[in-house]
């Protein structure tokens, strides 16, 4: 079992038991997140839904996120990450949700975000926003990095 399924089951696990639910707002691991949940047997249990929330565009049309919200913000930080994650519980109705943006690579993003470089988010009855830097530009092993990291976030709240 790889990192990221192991991970996804202990999530899985833990939102059963608790009888709440997830939801998923990601970007530049283009719904690898969701697909690990997924992949759970018994998802549709704390499943609710997702969206890859890759451009400007999507985040107007999936999130309802206007230029006005993002006045003072840019993407790929723990300010945007937090209001995508907010934005997607509050359109979607999950307990939690879990966000992503970043820079997978192999270059950087059009904001100076060197590749490698992600912000993850939880929403949900505790907030909570971190970065990550791997130092890669493998596109791959970013993207699954990202992944990891967004449901390590995730199980540091459901405790």
């Not at 943006?101 to 929403?123: F, K, M, Q, S």
């Amino acid at each position: 079992m790889t990192q990221l399924e192991s991970l996804a089951a202990k999530v899985a696990a833990r939102l059963i038991e608790r009888k709440e639910t997830i939801a998923i707002a990601e970007s530049s691991t283009g719904g690898l997140i969701a697909a690990a949940l997924l992949a759970v047997p018994g998802a549709s249990a704390y499943f609710i839904g997702g969206a890859v929330v890759y451009t400007k565009q999507s985040r107007a049309a999936l999130m309802d996120i206007t230029d006005a919200d993002m006045t003072g913000l840019r993407p790929s930080t723990e300010a945007y990450a937090l209001l995508l994650a907010r934005r997607a519980r509050d359109k979607i109705g999950a307990t939690w949700v879990l966000s992503e943006t970043g820079a997978t690579g192999p270059t950087g993003n059009r904001y100076g975000d060197a590749a490698g470089h992600t912000c993850v988010a939880v929403a949900g009855p505790v907030e909570r926003a971190v970065t990550l830097e791997t130092g890669s530009t493998d596109r791959r092993a970013n993207m699954e990095a990202f992944a990891v990291r967004g449901l390590e976030s995730l199980l540091e709240v459901l405790v």
